[in-house]
């Protein structure tokens, strides 16, 4: 994976980082909603501003990376940020681990996932437990997908030298479509019950300050144009010449 990035001079330049563009770069789902967000936010998107300066004062974004991969044991598949933040609170970095949604679900259940047994999965598993500091069981009907994104933003803390991480949940759903998911989630880890809007700390993981949020993203970018552009006069004699020419 190339350690070299390019800055994105608009929102559709995203597309390119997903798996299947053609399937998943649609009005109203959830990837490209999420980068037209953030795309023309001076920083954080205001809505995640406000929830994450409840336990992050003045919290800036330093860096912010599109589907952001982060290898883990146990196979060749990494957990794939939608975004993937570097941000900096009061002189403490922060990693912060963002999971798009509208009505998409967190993906199989652990269940699920695990229907197919394998050592590679049995090895992934115990990892993620271990980042994450379950000693109990994992329950069948949890989402593994909220286990790997968590943690990725552990690991990605410990990369870059973060005191905190953050796996946060923007979501663009009207109906809040599997926030129970997601708070069972915040339960399993042991913190106080789940709310829309807000962020939850559930205590140090291996060696990190983990924290959970979920926030309600402005609606008016599930439907978002893509922005035409201007006709400068440069521009506009030019296509006045080629139209010329085929007279």
Known sequence: MSKIYIPAASAEQWAQFLADPVKHWRQGYSARTLAYSWQEASGFPVEVQAVLADQFPDIELLLALPEHQVPLPGGSRPSQNDIWVLARSEGKIVSIAVEGKVSEPFGPTVQEWRTEASPGKSERLNFLCEQLGIQSSVPDALRYQLLHRATSAVIEAKRFGA????????????????????????????????????IVSVGVRSGISLHLAWVRGDVQYLSKQRAKKRLTRQSTRTLRDKAAQHR
């Open 163 to 198: 005191a905190h991480a953050v796996m946060l949940v923007h979501s663009f759903s009207q109906t809040s479509e599997w926030f129970q998911d997601y708070a069972a989630f915040v339960s399993l880890l042991g913190g106080s019950a789940a709310s829309e809007d807000s």
